[in-house]
């Protein structure tokens, strides 16, 4: 510690690799003291302007608002409020283009000033020591304060460290070119920043601190060391003009000679790092309450008519300080936020000044072509090695490239692509041109949003494995309380009480239905499996034929039943047989029985001449067939009328055995009961017809009327001799 001090005495200061020495343009501004604009005709605040997450909204649409006002709040400690920079209302909350490299649009809050400029009430301390450290980090907490030197890192995060801090070094560096914001602070506002020095001393409590600033500000150092001349515990450290001295590992490296180490907080190793205007913006905070609505901004380039440094509201538009600046180009076709070593262009001159803008540049078409601008055209790498020797980080840009166009982010992070600055030390030397910051930049970008990914992944992983336990759990706990239940059920019944074989019986009741549910389905089933013929295969001509001899015995089977059932049952079942619904082919097959029962009459007139034939097979067979088409004709489904339609079959043969024995008479070849039993059978017919068609019922009474009529001629026919019959008959027969 007593070298490091007594180094810095001597003026005798460690470097760090590489570095550049760019043109430095800082005499467009540095001739002229920091001016206030007017107030813009709309703010533009982005909900989100630091390092962090976004907090949440407390307006809304329509709301006045003071100046000082919050806007946002949250008690996330990387969540940082923003204000009202001026008193009006809000006419807007909708997407807009936010100050990004990426020229993506966030949300943000629109406010329109009213031109009264009125302040929210407010608590000025007069004596910061009767603050405690929770109070003065409550204060800078709320006042949305975060790092303005370009990261924007909370301030009250850093500050809040538990570690033992032996440095506190203060940024002053202000190394890039054109820039001279902290300059003019410096100059202007020393006892302010001198405030929020001892205030950040006070939290702390470091051994040393020590302000950077480079040797080519010497106004600016004249006045610090006069600001901190009784105070010894503070150390001005004059520093030699090299880019990039002011970001915060070279600055470390340099002042203690320490190196920090990559993903290592610098709190870690006893320092902490704020910026010049940061500690000015603390004492606004803590001392006047005043919340972090403005700052200083550098407004430079040739293409202005009057470059200098303002004091700038937060949201106010570029474009609008542009025109205070004097910008005569309409265009606006090179505009730059930050300078031209960091700073990216905007697709806008309706971005929004934020908390970490230090700097708007306007350059003319001479500038934009300088060697450290990226307006030439990029070409193919020539492998110089340039950029690794400027690199202040040491690291290799060329792979980094290559990397970053293949997208490679597992080598990327073995090649430390976070360490990067974005300095853009490697870009400026470049004999190639190519912009290598903006390759690490959207490198760093989509490995962020993967990340992201992956953290959202892992939550839902983290959530899934937890209902998968719950629900496991539940299943648990159910079977356990059924398990419970049955145990007290089967207790209860057990128990020999009026309620036991009351459950008892519901039990018993329960199952019985259970069983006899079960015992149904599988009697449908059976029935449906045998009212079912699978369709045969090709090559199973064994299993068609089996098939066809188990039908035929099923249809024997089933007649000789019916017949067992005709004789049991009373003769005059016929007629109670009722007719189904129309049927076509009924009536078809009704029509049939009748024909052929005509021409059965017909057959037994002529046989009965023969008396040498006593039985004609033909006859039988007929009546049989007869009987089978009455049979057809009964729906499969009624009961009643296959139990009439084998009555029927029975009479059929019951015919054909009276035919037999009267055809043994010779002097009698037609018996009157013959006749009486084809009426009967042709009655019987016209039952099987549908009732509700009429032209059956009519060919029905037509049937009858002949079949009497045939009758009537046979009782003629008994009369005559035999030899005239037979006459007759040979008659008959050549005709």
Known sequence: MGSVIERIKRANFWTFHGGIHPPEQKFLTTDKPIRAVSIPEQLILPLQQHIGIAADLRVKIGDKVLKGQALTQSMHPMAVPI?????????AIKDAVIAHPSGLSELCLFITPDGEDTWQERHICTDVSKLSHNEIIDKISSAGISGMGGAGFPTQVKISTRDKIQFLIINAAECEPYISADDLLIREHSPSILDGINILDRILSPEHILIGIENNKPEAIKVLQQATANNEKIQVCVLPTKYPTGGEKQLIQILTGQEVPSGVFPSSLGIVMQNIATCFAIADAVINDIPLIKRVVTVSGQALQKPQNVWSLLGTPVGFLLEQCGYPNKDKKHIIMGGPMMGYSLPSDQVPVVKTTN??????EQEISSPYSTG????????????????PSQLLPQELQWSAKAKDHQQLDKLNLFDCIECGACAYVCPSQIPLVHYYRVAKSEIRQQKQLDIKAEHAKVRFEARKERLARDKIAREEKHKAAAQARKARMNSGTSEAKTEKSAVAAALARVKAKKAQQTQGSDSVAAQTVAP????EQKSQVSAAIARAKAKKLAAQKNVATY??????KLDDVKPTADDKKAKIAAAVAKAKARKLTEKNNDNAVDSDLAVDDNITNEAAVLASQAEAVVPANDKKAKIAAAVAKAKARKLAEKNNDNAVDSDLAVDDNITNEAAVLASQAEAVVPANDKKAKIAAAVAKAKARKLAQQQDKLAATPSEEKTNKHVKSEST
């Open 359 to 364: 700097c708007i540049l306007a350059p003319s």
């Open 83 to 91: 204000h009202a920079p001026t008193s009006g209302t809000i006419t």
């Open 536 to 539: 045969p295969a090709d090559n």
């Open 376 to 391: 030439t055209k990029e070409v193919e790498c020539i492998r110089c090695g340039q950029c690794s020797d400027v690199c």
């Open 567 to 572: 004789k049991s049952e009373p003769e005059n």
